[in-house]
T-cell receptor, first 115, second 115 residues
Framework: GAVVSQHPSRVICKSGTSVKIECRSL??????MFWYRQFPKQSLMLMAT?????????EQGVEKDKFLINHASLTLSTLTVTSAHPEDSSFYIC???????????FGPGTRLTVL | AQSVTQPDIHITVSEGASLELRCNYS??????LFWYVQSPGQGLQLLLK??????LVQGIKGFEAEFKRSQSSFNLRKPSVHWSDAAEYFC?????????????FGIGTKLQVIP
């Protein structure tokens, strides 16, 4: 199947700093990617849809100025958590659908810990 | 709006015993249905999916699921559980109306396997 990577896999930062997470589709092009966050013992919640060449679409309740998304190319989307706070600590997962759009492939996730 | 219910948050089975994880969905028509597995600290791996056709779907690692329209269910089964199956299992529903559809996840069922 298609492969999606994320970098870094784990990051610890101080409160008030910004953190960038990369999501790459390694063997296919993805004009759309999805960003999820997962709190401990909870399900994945969709944060936003990343669109190559246009602005991201954010889900209700997600602050677009805090979670900056840039879909720089057909294989790369980045999520920047700006001015991170401890409540932003979470597991962030990206996914990319295949060309047919019927199935998504998920990255391995990024564990963010804000001190 | 689509939604997914996984009524069992935690299930414990003995190794070698059979397994059934329940999933009920809410959607106006026949949705796309998925089961994913997540090991601790890892991303999601697709076990199987249903789009159309045969309602009994075979997946990886010996798993299968059956789509029952009358019950709005898509339960996951395995005849004999192995210790390595201990993980979190997520049922998900997608919108087949076209385009890069968003996937809605259930809250997950944590499977514990005892020797």
């Amino acid at each position: 199947g298609a492969v999606v990577s994320q970098h870094p896999s784990r990051v610890i930062c101080k409160s008030g700093t910004s953190v960038k997470i990369e999501c790459r589709s390694l063997d296919f092009q993805a004009t759309t990617m999805f960003w999820y966050r997962q709190f401990p013992k909870q399900s994945l919640m969709l944060m936003a849809t990343s669109n190559e060449g246009s602005k991201a679409t954010y889900e209700q309740g997600v602050e677009k100025d805090k979670f900056l998304i840039n879909h720089a190319s057909l294989t790369l989307s980045t999520l920047t958590v700006t001015s991170a706070h401890p409540e932003d600590s979470s597991f962030y997962i990206c996914s990319a659908p295949t060309g047919g759009g019927n199935e998504q492939f998920f990255g391995p996730g990024t564990r963010l810990t804000v001190l | 709006a689509q939604s997914v219910t996984q009524p069992d948050i935690h299930i414990t089975v003995s190794e070698g015993a059979s397994l059934e994880l329940r999933c009920n969905y809410s959607y106006g028509a026949t949705p796309y249905l998925f089961w994913y597995v997540q090991s601790p600290g890892q991303g999601l791996q697709l076990l199987l999916k249903y789009f159309s056709g045969d309602t009994l779907v075979q997946g990886i690692k010996g798993f299968e699921a059956e789509f029952k329209r009358s019950q709005s269910s898509f339960n996951l089964r395995k005849p004999s559980v192995h210790w390595s199956d201990a993980a979190e299992y997520f049922c998900a529903v997608g919108n087949p109306s076209g385009g890069y559809q968003k996937v809605t996840f259930g809250i997950g069922t944590k499977l514990q396997v005892i020797p």
